[in-house]
């Protein structure tokens, strides 16, 4: 099968085993794995694309290897820009905080040098599969978080 570009915007916290990411998939109908896909399923490459406006978390603990995520159908562009602005102001601040996005995502950002450690509590929304967890991530520079952030949040825009 051929892969599937994703795009819209992403907010990825951490490195390649151990991450969270905040994301609106958008798929292309033109794309020619999503054309391959929507045929496996009998549905048009629209259909199968769809509207690319629900947000989903997405996590990975490298350590366990296990993985998971869900989808957030109800949070707007702005709440995760907001969410993306207050993450953006403690990195600045230097002093441990905690953000939230709601009751899914809490990040206790603690700073380590000129880097950041978090611990990221994901709780599925109610009525959806999965189990609470956590993860831990980092150190991250804060410098690669601030501009990942910046261009999250241009993204949106």
């Given at each position: 099968?051929?892969?599937?570009?994703?795009?819209g915007p992403?907010?990825?916290?951490?490195?390649d085993?151990?991450?969270v990411?905040?994301?609106?998939?958008?798929?292309?109908?033109?794309?020619?794995?999503?054309?391959?896909?929507?045929a496996g399923?009998?549905?048009?490459?629209?259909?199968?694309?769809?509207d690319?406006?629900?947000?989903?978390v997405?996590?990975?603990?490298?350590?366990?290897?296990?993985?998971?995520?869900f989808?957030?159908?109800?949070?707007?562009?702005?709440?995760?820009?907001?969410?993306?602005?207050?993450?953006?102001m403690?990195?600045?601040?230097?002093?441990?905080?905690?953000?939230?996005a709601?009751?899914?995502?809490?990040l206790d950002?603690?700073?380590?040098g000129?880097?950041?450690?978090?611990?990221?509590?994901?709780?599925?929304?109610?009525?959806?599969e999965?189990?609470?967890?956590?993860?831990?991530?980092?150190?991250?520079a804060t410098?690669?978080?601030?501009?990942?952030?910046?261009?999250?949040?241009?993204?949106?825009?």
């Amino acid at each position: 099968m051929s892969p599937i570009a994703l795009g819209g915007p992403a907010l990825f916290i951490g490195d390649d085993g151990t991450y969270v990411a905040l994301e609106r998939p958008k798929l292309d109908p033109a794309d020619p794995g999503v054309v391959e896909a929507a045929a496996g399923a009998g549905v048009t490459p629209e259909e199968f694309a769809g509207d690319g406006d629900v947000w989903s978390v997405l996590y990975e603990d490298g350590a366990s290897g296990e993985g998971g995520g869900f989808e957030l159908p109800g949070l707007r562009d702005a709440e995760a820009e907001d969410f993306a602005e207050r993450l953006a102001m403690v990195l600045r601040s230097g002093e441990a905080y905690e953000v939230e996005a709601g009751d899914v995502l809490v990040l206790d950002a603690r700073p380590a040098g000129e880097a950041w450690t978090f611990t990221a509590r994901l709780t599925p929304p109610e009525g959806q599969e999965g189990e609470a967890c956590a993860l831990e991530l980092g150190p991250l520079a804060t410098a690669a978080l601030l501009a990942g952030l910046d261009d999250f949040r241009g993204s949106l825009a």
